[in-house]
């Protein structure tokens, strides 16, 4: 009998796919508004600039500071369940075998042969079918907290690095709208990209992305220009 082809799924870019676009969008995000805020403050092209780039390392640091903290939480209290369900196989290997059964019929499966199932899979690794079928941790989409910083530190790189560019070789006079404007094409760009990579609908995704952009900047941008024209 042949052997079919693995279907291939995405459910295994969601970690880092989330990491990256999140990153990337804040970059672009906090960067461009960042610059719009300082440039409609009246302040000189090289301190706009060195704002911008402050802004990425910081950032950046940022990020990868707190993907790594809420990431390792979630790692962390995966990894507790993981003990006490290990604990309780030890002591009540029988009790947990029943309660993996239940859970099988639950969904739908015949007691006979949710009986057979779960004692099949308990054989084969008691704990990998505890943690998949009863508390929902799978390899897939386990947390991995350093992935996740270097992605979300990296991928913010990128993206504010992007705004940055456009700042510098803008001229001072065109700098607002060159830097909004591109800056929306980039989130628009990023926004079908994710789209594209996590199989959702590419049009919506575009747009949600854009529209929010815009109201940030936009409101960024007259905060600078108010508490520029105050100074």
């Keep these: 009998m042949p052997i079919r082809n693995k279907e291939r799924h995405r459910t295994g ?23 719009l805020g300082v440039a409609a403050a009246h302040a000189t092209h090289s301190s706009v600039l060195i704002t911008g780039v402050a802004g990425l390392v910081a950032g950046a640091m940022s990020m990868a500071a707190g993907e790594y903290v809420s990431v390792h939480s979630q790692a962390d209290t995966e990894q507790a369940e993981l003990k006490l369900e290990s604990a309780e196989l030890k002591a009540d ?22 009986k057979q199932v779960a004692a099949q899979l308990m054989v084969h690794d008691a704990l990998d079918a505890h943690a998949r079928d009863e508390l ?50 980039f989130l628009a760009l990023l926004g079908w990209l994710a789209a594209r990579a996590g199989g959702a609908g590419v049009m919506m995704s575009a747009l949600r992305v854009t529209f929010w952009g815009a109201l ?16």
């Design 136 to 185: 929902g941790i799978s390899g897939i989409l386990r947390a991995r907290p350093i992935q996740a910083a270097v992605v979300s530190a990296g991928s913010f790189a990128v993206g504010a690095a992007l705004p940055l560019l456009v700042t510098a070789m803008a001229p001072a006079t065109g700098l607002i709208p060159l830097v909004s404007g591109t800056s929306l094409v």
């Design 13 to 35: 870019r969601i970690g880092w796919l989330r990491a990256a676009v999140l990153g990337a969008n804040d970059g672009i995000l906090s960067t461009s508004s960042l610059v």
């Design 216 to 231: 940030a900047m936009a409101l960024t941008a007259g905060v600078g220009s108010l508490l520029g024209t105050v100074a």
């Design 93 to 114: 290997d029988k009790g947990e075998h029943k309660e993996l059964m239940a859970i099988y019929v639950a969904r739908g499966v015949d007691p006979s042969l949710a």
